[in-house]
């Protein structure tokens, strides 16, 4: 059987250093405000391949309510994830994920998120496709304010 799944996740900015997206550190003038690492990129593919399984969403599988999960490195939650949609049968072929972010800049990571993610997902580096774009200034993300 073919599924596809579809994640989306937003943090808003606080105070940092730097962000995790996609399993690396970015450094840049603030942080994200969130109950584990604040991975987006990797909490809306969670949620993508949760829901490609018909398993709900990450925040049912781990919530914020629940300090196991306090500061939690977002690769452990992707392993867990994999592991439960392996064990149910299904194959991962490909991802296609997209980061929109106005800051900080993406391109300069790009490809170590792919391997990262590649290695999560225990696909080859050619199934991860990762693209990155911004609102040109627009909403919210435009603002930086996420």
Request: negative net charge; glycine residues 12%; without cysteine.
């Amino acid at each position: 059987m073919f599924r596809i799944g579809h994640g989306y996740d937003v943090h808003k900015f606080g105070p940092g250093d730097g962000v995790t997206l996609g399993g690396q550190w970015l450094p840049y003038s603030q942080g994200l405000i969130a109950h584990s690492d604040g991975d987006v990129v990797l909490h809306a593919l969670s949620d993508a391949l949760l829901g490609a399984a018909g398993l709900g969403d990450i925040g049912e599988h781990f919530p914020d309510t629940d300090d196991a999960y306090k500061g939690v490195d977002s690769k452990q939650l992707l392993t867990q994830v994999v592991r439960s949609i392996k064990d149910l049968g299904y194959v991962l072929i490909n991802v296609d994920i997209t980061i929109i972010a106005q800051v900080p800049k993406i391109n300069p990571h790009k490809l170590a998120m792919k391997q990262t993610i590649a290695t999560l997902l225990e696909l080859d580096l050619s199934a991860v496709n990762l693209k990155a774009t911004t609102t040109e200034q627009l909403g919210f993300i435009g603002r930086k304010e996420g």
